[in-house]
């Protein structure tokens, strides 16, 4: 019947083509609710094994890599300019590295501001579900930056950067668990204090500015024109005796703050308003979030004319 009235067959070709389609499992939702599934015990979450990133030999294959491969494709597409290096003549190893996070660029940023005895000894906290989601992008960051993963939210994988530290290793901690989503600096989190506290170990902190302007959240690759991009490091900050996590955070925040401050302004200018406790907030003016993000789209040049730290 169907070769004698095409119109027909064209129609019920459709009508049955509409019946598959409402009831094709188009997402990955499961087709059995979950109140009808039988009982499944929690996953217990696998950690990744990165200790194997940090032989003799994968430390040898990555000095070499960032040597002759990250350092110079870093300023093949930025301009970093690192400063207050010397303070790292002041202090020995392990100390932890705290930094402001606005871009993927921070990582190779701090890395290959380092002389080179110290980045040899420098591993960096990663997100767990971010970097180490992936067995492909878990190796390469473990080889490449000598990562480790970390739970944001806690968990028993928060204990490596302790392990770390008591082995001699320095570690990068950036506080606020995430990359900023407008450029200025989130809350920071008790993490990097409780290790500095447990474990007595300084903290050296680091103010970048210009790295969300020249790869914000959301880009694959750095904006054209190698933007400048400045990494500054501050004099070391030492628990006090008998000091709770809860109140050496601030000293760390503020230790951040004052080189983001020194970094717009002058050392001198950054100076006074410490002394007079008015360092600027670094997690910026209650303004309109499209002024927020336009004041840190700009290079540092233009951030001051634009008055971001206003």
Same mark, same amino acid.
């Given at each position: 019947m169907s070769e004698k009235n095409p119109v027909r067959f064209v129609r019920e070709t459709a009508q049955e083509v509409r019946m598959v389609a409402r009831g094709w499992r188009w997402g990955r939702r499961p087709l059995v609710p979950g109140s009808a599934e039988p009982f499944q015990p929690p996953k217990q979450q696998s950690v990744f094994p990165t200790a194997w990133a940090r032989t003799p030999t994968a430390n040898a294959v990555r000095d070499a890599v960032q040597r002759f491969g990250l350092g110079p494709l870093l300023r093949s597409t930025v301009t970093p300019q690192a400063a207050g290096l010397d303070v790292l003549t002041r202090v020995k190893p392990p100390v932890l590295f705290v930094a402001n996070h606005t871009s993927h660029l921070d990582t190779p940023l701090i890395?290959?501001?380092?002389?080179?005895? %110290?980045?040899?000894? #420098? @591993?960096?906290?990663?997100?767990?579900?971010y970097f180490f989601d992936t067995w492909w992008r878990a190796s390469g960051s473990a080889m490449v930056f000598n990562t480790f993963p970390i739970e944001r939210r806690g968990g028993t994988m928060s204990t490596t950067p302790g392990d770390l530290l008591d082995q001699g290793w320095n570690v990068v901690v950036f506080p606020e668990g995430t990359r900023s989503v407008d450029g200025w600096a989130g809350r920071f989190r008790l993490g990097a204090s409780w290790l500095a506290v447990e474990h007595g170990v300084p903290v050296i902190? *680091?103010? *970048?500015?210009?790295?969300? +302007?020249?790869? /914000?959240? !959301?880009?694959? %690759? /750095?904006? /054209? !024109?190698?933007?400048?991009?400045?990494?500054?490091? !501050?004099? /070391? *900050?030492?628990p006090a005796e008998g000091e709770a996590p809860r109140t050496f955070a601030p000293r760390i925040q503020q230790g951040v703050a004052?080189?983001?401050?020194?970094? +717009? #302004? #002058? %050392? %001198?200018?950054? +100076?006074?308003?410490? @002394?007079? !406790?008015e360092t600027p907030d670094p997690s910026g003016p209650p303004v309109a979030s499209w002024r927020r993000i336009w004041a840190q789209t700009a290079p540092p040049e233009e951030g001051q004319r634009r008055g971001a730290w206003k």
């Open positions: 890395l290959c501001s380092l002389p080179d005895e %110290w980045r040899r000894q #420098t @591993a960096v906290a990663a997100a767990a579900d902190p *680091i103010g *970048i500015r210009g790295s969300y +302007a020249a790869m /914000p959240r !959301g880009r694959g %690759w /750095p904006r /054209p !024109g190698r933007l400048p991009v400045r990494v500054r490091f !501050g004099e /070391p *900050i030492w004052r080189l983001l401050d020194e970094d +717009a #302004t #002058t %050392w %001198w200018d950054a +100076a006074r308003r410490a @002394a007079r !406790g």
